[in-house]
C-alpha cells in the first residue's frame, strides 16, 4: 500500500526493462576474420563497447527523451528496443506494441501495392488480418493516398512512401512509440499532422522513447530523460537536469 | 531450441503474401514474365538432351525409359533443388532489410524465398506432366507419391538453409563455396544418367547416400517407373538413409540458426 502511494503514477509494471545491458560490437578488420568466426569466437578480436551496464525501467505513459552526443549509445538502445539486435550482456525485456518511427520504409515490397504493403507491414507488426482490416481506411486517409493506394509501391514518390510508411506505424495502435527526432516526413503541413497525432498518441497514454540531439524538442514533449555518454547510463529523471548535464559536456 | 517454430507461429499469411512478392521480383518487367519460369529450363534441358543423344549418342532408353523422359522427370525436380540450395542459401543476405531495420522472424525469410521456387517447381509440373502424360506415361495410382516426394524435397532444402542462410550472411565466403558446388552436385548426381546402374559393391551405396538420387528416383517411381518407392532395389534401406539425413539436417540447421541469429543484424 505504502509502496503504491510513494509513487501513484508508477502503479503498473515497466513496459520496458533493461538489466545490466550491454552491447558489445565485434569489429572484424578483414574477410577473413569474419569468415572464421562463423567457427569459433577468437578472444582477441577487436571489440566495441556501445552500451555499458546500462540499466533502466520505463513504466506505462512514460515520455522518456534519450539524449546524448553521436556515439553515446542511442541508437544502439532503440535497436534493443525494437527487437532488432540483441545485448551480449544482460536482460531486456519489452511488453507490448512497439511502433518505431524511425526506419519508416523498411519492409516495404515495392512490387507489391500501397494497400498490399499496409497488410504485410500489418503482419510484420504482429497485427492480425480482421486489425489491419479496420485500420486499413484510416492508413489511406493518412498517408492522402487515396488515388495511388492500389499503385504498386514502386512508382511512389520518396515522400509518399514515407506518409505510408508513417501512417501504418502510426495507426496500428501501439503500446511503445519509438521516436527519431531526424525524423521528417515530406512537407511541412504534413509534419504538423504527424506531429500532432504523435502528441494525441502521448495523451492517449501511450509509452513514448524519444531521442534527440535538441534540448527544446525534449523538454517540449517528455516528462522524464535519460542522458547516455559513451554507453554508460550517466543521468536519468528530470528533464532539464539531464539537457543541462547533455549541454555542459558537448 | 524450437526458436524456428515459434517465429512461424501465425504467420501463414504474411509468408504467402512475401512469396509472392519474391516471385513478383525475379520476374517484374519481362513481357513473358513467370514464363521465363518455364522457359529457361526448358531450354537448359534441351541443350543436356542434345548433349546425350546427339553428342554422345547416347540416346535411346535408360533402363526402359526414353533418353529424354529420364532426363526431364530428373531434370525438373533437380531445378528446384539447385534454386533451393543457392536461393535458399542467398536468402538472408538478399532481405537483409528485415534484419537490419526491424524486429522480423528472421528463419522465415528461408521460407518464403524457398516457397516462391516450389510455386515455380508447381508451375513447371504442368507442362512437364501434360508431356509425361501425353508420351503415354498415363497417371497411376504410384503417381501419388508425388505428394510425399514433393513436401519431403521442400522440407529437406529449407531445413538445409536453416544452416547455409546464416553462415552465408555471416561471410560471403560461404555463400561462394555452395555456388562453386552445384555444377559438381548436378553431375555427381543422378539427375541426367541412372544412378542405379553404377557398378561395384561400394559404389551403389555411395549413390544412396546422395538425398538427391533418392528425391530424383522418388520422381521417376511416381511418374515413370510407376513403381512404389520402396520395391525400388535396396527401396527401404535408402528411404531410412535419407530419413536419418533429414534428422540430421534439421539438427544441424537448428544448431547453426540459433547460434547465429542474435548475431546476424550486427554482421549484415
Redesign the interface.
Known sequence: MLEAQKSPCRSDEPVIVFKNVSKV??L?RN?KE??L??FHQSKKLRKHRALDHVSLEIYPGESVGIVGNNGAGKSTLL?MI?????PTGGEVNVRGR?S?LL?LT??F?T??TGR?NI??KG??LGL??DQIKEIEADVVAFAELEDYIDQPVRTYSSGMKMRLGFAININTNPEILVIDEALSVGDATFQRKCNAKIRELIKGGVTVIFVSHAAGAVKDICTRAIYLKRGRKIYDGNVDEAVALHGATK | MFEIFKEHHHRTKQILLLARTELLKTYKGAFLGTGWAVVKPVFTLFVYWFAFEIGFRAGGTVGDVPRFMFMLTGYVPWYFMQDAILFGARSIRANRQFVIKMAFPVSTIMTFVLLSKLFVHLGLMVPTLAYVFIAGYLPTLHSLQFFLFMPLMFIFFLMLSWSTAPMSAFSLDFENFINSLMTGLFWLSGVMWDAGAVGGRIMPWIMRLNPINFLVDGYRCAFVYHQWFWERPYGVASALIFLGEMILVAALGMFNYNRLRKRLPDVL
Open positions: 560490437y565485434t572484424y574477410n569474419q569468415f568466426a562463423l535497436k525494437t527487437g532488432v539486435t540483441f512497439v518505431a526506419e523498411a519492409g515490397s512490387e507489391l498490399e497488410y504485410l503482419y510484420l492480425n488480418e
